[in-house]
């Protein structure tokens, strides 16, 4: 654990120079026209991209900022440090907790640290208005509480609470993730008590995301993409459907690979630096 918490602080000292990217001061200046009234509420983006996007958490964690740094949009460098050492603390966290289930202490920190200095790891904790990492981090860490014997329901809520409304990408990343989990529970245990409290969170917490986002799916506000034609929408779901195949066939090969062939972790290790740093080159 002290290793995770000293690779999250070097992390956040080295992302605390060179201020903050062009990218994530548009989006602080969109958080700031947001009332803190309407938080909760699909929120506009400017033109000309005439579309919504739904993410509460993220719009008050920018708003934060504005209010410490007294409305101006030039963040101070211990308030970017401090945002990338959290974020890459809660998903060292995530990945240390989650690894450790099948793999020893020792061998899970190493894991942990390496996925924490990949460049997607890397990105998420210097870019100031990047969360993706830290969505991550919360679902590794409400994976790890669901498969507790004695799971701690309100931190496995609020785990819940903070995925689905950090990010529209999030909430459906994390189902996608948690779902085979509860189906892996129900067939090994049963319909238990367990298993009963899981979809009742799940439920509660997707119920009041589909509430707060009732606006855009009842379509009362349309987007861009909402007016066109189904001929229109295909290239749209073609390049969606395409990236989700892509995903699954490289994951799905590896896993029954993995399944199959003995010294599993060390291969596994193989590939995901290849997968890595290969592109990067």
């Known amino acids: 654990m002290m290793i995770i918490a000293l690779v999250a602080f070097g992390i956040g000292v080295v992302c605390s120079f060179g201020g903050?990217?062009?990218?994530?001061?548009?989006v602080l200046d969109f958080a700031d026209g947001v009332p803190w009234s309407a938080v909760h509420?699909?929120?506009?983006?400017?033109?000309?991209?005439?579309?919504?996007?739904?993410?509460?958490?993220?719009?008050?964690?920018?708003?934060?900022?504005?209010?410490?740094?007294?409305?101006?949009?030039?963040?101070?460098?211990?308030?970017?440090?401090l945002k990338a050492s959290v974020f890459a603390l809660v998903f060292g966290l995530g990945c240390l907790l989650w690894a450790a289930q099948w793999v020893s202490v020792s061998v899970a920190t190493g894991i942990a640290v390496f996925c924490m200095l990949c460049e997607p790891a890397l990105f998420s904790a210097y870019n100031y208005s990047e969360f993706d990492g830290f969505a991550s981090g919360l679902m590794l860490l409400s994976s790890w509480e669901l498969s507790r014997s004695n799971t701690r329901w309100w931190l496995f809520g609020l785990l819940a609470f903070?995925?689905?409304?950090?990010?529209?990408?999030?909430?459906?990343?994390?189902?996608?993730?948690?779902l085979p989990q509860l189906w892996s529970l129900?067939?090994?245990?049963?319909?238990?008590?367990?298993?009963q409290w899981s979809f009742g969170m799940v439920t509660i917490v997707l119920s009041l995301w589909l509430w707060g986002s009732s606006d855009i799916i009842g379509g009362k506000l349309q987007s861009s993409d909402g007016g066109l034609s189904l001929t229109e929408r295909l290239p749209v779901l073609g390049f969606t459907t395409w990236q989700f195949v892509a995903l699954w066939?490289?994951?799905?090969?590896?896993?029954?690979?993995?399944?199959?062939?003995?010294?599993?972790?060390?291969?596994f290790l193989v590939w995901l630096g290849c997968a890595v740093w290969f592109p990067m080159i």
């Open 20 to 26: 903050v990217d062009d990218v994530s001061t548009w």
């Open 41 to 81: 509420q699909p929120a506009p983006l400017p033109p000309p991209m005439q579309d919504y996007v739904f993410r509460p958490l993220s719009i008050v964690l920018m708003k934060s900022t504005l209010y410490l740094g007294e409305g101006s949009l030039q963040v101070s460098e211990w308030l970017i440090g």
């Open 162 to 178: 903070c995925i689905v409304f950090l990010k529209e990408s999030a909430c459906f990343i994390w189902l996608c993730f948690l």
């Open 186 to 195: 129900w067939l090994s245990e049963g319909w238990t008590r367990r298993l």
């Open 249 to 267: 066939t490289e994951m799905g090969l590896v896993m029954i690979l993995l399944s199959r062939l003995p010294w599993r972790i060390w291969l």
